[in-house]
């Protein structure tokens, strides 16, 4: 394709987000009031399932009890061979209470969209309004994907693909972006390879013999034998994972005794890990458990880990992410895309880049004069409600691009 053409596609494209703009933000305003828990997400889905129709997409019989898949068809020629290109938004809410006062601020108490997932449903509901306006020009299909229950292990994804979506249908690529105040508005930032960490959970009992705590020798101390146990998994990362590999050992809450004068017979303590290489993953599951035994029975009291796995790691495919970086520099300019580095949080969209190549990048909702109290998860986030036109048309704009990239197209 070029140049030209590219430039005429991307400035109809803007056009066409500058005139979706108003309804989709009256969509997420309206989701943001009604915010829904991780499976929960009824009301939600309902507001996806009847824009789409709205639009003449018709949505794909349900694969789970919440959120909606559909596609939409292009009709250029040669379309129906042409590559399909997924397109993912997560839309579920967090069990956290808001603390913005705003018209749309949530009604339900306890409940906020404090993950900016109310946000990425609008925008690929804006996306889906474009496309849908330039099915002739598509030049192969497009599968939207708004999964249900992020937040929430074992998340969405892994629960979509074990019901067949990846059988029923067949992405050449897939696309996702989550909102970052850390990322001005109107930029997206983008990062190849390991973009996201795998993030497991740590649950240890030690089991000792409880006594008077003036005659240790009659018992076996699991508190003392949880010190050394914290201290001992701090060599996980210092001496076992590579130097270069990110991994994070964080043993966050610990349980045990009640009296000054009473050692107890058990401790209990929990943590995370998180690692940003599958095999160091492994590697440091494996040494974990050796460590914890081994330093218990050293002194006396039996000692287990229990790993519950969280998401994979998340890695965004080289080749994908570059087109992607072409495609948001073309749209965006070139100003407006930034190198990210690797983020040790987690993410279910790894779950889909273990079967499809994909990239996920982070959108800007940032603004200047805003401070920590924006963060995600924060009971003050507030994102740049601009950030919905532009996340929409870049997604639009990608989605068309990747079947230049993808289906064989001249550039
Ligand atoms: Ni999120």
Redesign the pocket.
């Known amino acids: 394709m070029s140049p030209d053409r590219n430039s005429d596609l991307s400035r109809r494209i803007r056009e066409k987000a500058a005139a979706v703009f108003a309804e989709i933000r009256a969509i997420r305003r309206d989701i943001h009031a009604h915010p829904e828990l991780s499976y929960e997400e009824f009301r939600t889905s309902a507001i996806i399932h009847e824009y789409l129709k709205g639009l003449g997409i018709e949505p794909e019989p349900q694969f789970l009890e919440t959120g909606v898949v559909a596609v939409l068809e292009g009709e250029a020629e040669g379309a129906a061979s042409g590559p399909q290109i997924a397109l993912r938004a ?1 839309i579920d809410a967090l069990p956290l209470s808001e603390e913005n006062a705003c018209e749309f601020s949530s009604r339900t108490a306890g409940t906020m969209h404090a ?3 109310d946000m990425h449903t609008a925008m690929l509901l804006g996306a889906a309004s474009i496309l849908s306006s330039m099915r002739h020009e598509l030049r192969g299909s497009v599968l939207f994907i708004f999964q249900p229950a ?2 929430k292990a074992p998340g969405g994804a892994r629960p979509l693909i074990d019901a067949g979506i990846f059988k029923r249908f067949n992405p050449a690529a897939i696309i996702g972006q ?1 909102c970052f105040p850390n990322v001005p508005s109107g930029s997206v930032a983008l990062c190849k390879g390991s973009f996201m960490a795998a993030a497991d959970e740590l649950y240890f009992t030690i089991s000792g013999q409880g006594g008077h705590a003036s005659a240790p020798h009659k018992a076996a101390d699991p508190v003392l034998a949880a010190a050394h146990i914290i201290t001992a998994c701090q060599h996980l990362v210092s001496r076992v994972a590579p130097p270069h590999e990110p991994a994070v050992v964080s043993i966050s809450s610990i349980q045990g005794g009640h009296a000054p004068n009473v050692i107890p017979s058990r401790v209990v303590m929990s943590g995370t890990m998180r690692t940003m290489n599958e095999e160091v993953r492994a590697l440091l599951h494996e040494k974990l458990r050796q460590t914890v035994r081994h330093v218990g029975e050293g002194l006396g009291v039996e000692a287990e880990v229990e790993i519950r796995q969280g998401y994979p790691v998340l890695y965004n495919d080289p080749e994908i992410t570059r087109n992607a970086a072409i495609a948001c520099s073309e749209y965006l300019g070139r100003e407006h895309v930034i190198d990210s580095e690797p983020l040790m949080t987690a ?1 279910d969209f790894a779950y889909y880049l273990q079967e499809r190549a994909g990239t996920f990048w982070q959108i800007g909702t940032g603004l200047p004069d805003q401070d920590r109290s924006n963060m ?1 998860h924060s009971p003050t986030f507030y994102p740049d409600e601009e950030a919905l036109g532009t996340g929409a048309g870049l997604l639009a704009y990608s989605a068309m691009r990747f079947m230049d990239f993808l289906g064989g197209g001249k550039r």
Do not use: F, P, V, W
């Open positions: 997560d993950c900016g997932h992020e937040e989550h993410e995600l």
